[in-house]
């Protein structure tokens, strides 16, 4: 049996966008039409991110931190943190666990200009740069490692690819036409939105970390 020998199957923007207009029973398409459905697709990869955690965008980073120095402004890509380890300069080998507090909890810290090895971190979430505050404040250049969520880079040119993992890929064509059929198909709304949802569960379960699960059996005695 003659197969392709590949696996690289892959969409662009305006294939994309064909795919969702053949969804919604478009043919004919102006040049607004592409402009409104590329606009469509960058608002629906934002709306991604408040579905909760996509693990491609997950990143580990680091921010050298400067001693005396209590808050630093992230990068702007940058949505949240989900795990974070100091290591100091005198020791790069050993994280130390460092805990995250809200808002209030760091406001009530009186003496935030008290200097160490921080333990516990707030971050403030901007519109556009989020920012970093430490307490202690560092007493030396140690380092922040985290593990960091980032925003889906957006649709660029009509040739680029989306930045999604072939799994997504499905979601992503249910999805636009689902948007695009809100402003040009109404009558093929509610079928499309069941199916883009159909299809975001199955790949955001594809998408969740796995670990290794063992089972002890009950013993019950005679």
């Known amino acids: 049996m003659a197969t392709s020998g590949t696996n690289t199957f892959d969409l662009d923007v305006d294939q994309l966008i064909e795919e969702a207009f ?3 029973g ?18 629906m990869l934002a709306e991604w991110a408040n579905r909760g955690i996509n693990l491609w965008t997950v990143e ?9 120095t209590t808050s630093y402004a992230l990068d702007s890509d940058l949505v949240d943190i989900l795990e974070a380890v100091i290591f100091t300069s005198s020791d790069a080998t050993t994280d130390i666990e460092v805990d995250r507090i809200s808002r209030a909890e760091y406001l009530n810290i ?21 920012t970093l505050f430490l307490y202690p404040t560092p007493n030396d ?20 690819e989306i930045e999604v993992p072939t799994r997504f890929i499905p979601c992503l064509s249910s999805g636009l036409a689902y948007y695009m059929s809100v402003k040009k198909a109404p009558d093929r709304t509610p079928m ?3 199916l883009y949802e159909e299809e975001w569960q199955r790949a955001s ?18």
């Open 26 to 43: 478009i043919n004919s398409r102006s040049g607004y039409d592409l402009k409104s459905a590329r606009r469509s697709l960058n608002i």
């Open 60 to 68: 580990l980073r680091t921010k050298t931190l400067t001693a005396s």
């Open 110 to 130: 009186s003496s935030k200009a008290t200097e160490g090895t921080p333990v516990q971190y707030f971050l403030q979430r901007g519109a556009s740069t989020p």
């Open 205 to 222: 379960e594809e998408d969740r970390p796995r670990s290794s699960f063992f089972a002890t059996p009950e013993r019950g005695y005679m």
């Open 22 to 24: 053949e969804r919604c």
């Open 192 to 194: 499309l939105k069941q």
């Open 141 to 160: 250049a140690h380092t922040f490692k985290y593990w960091g969520l980032t925003k889906i880079q957006d649709a660029g040119d009509y040739n680029d």
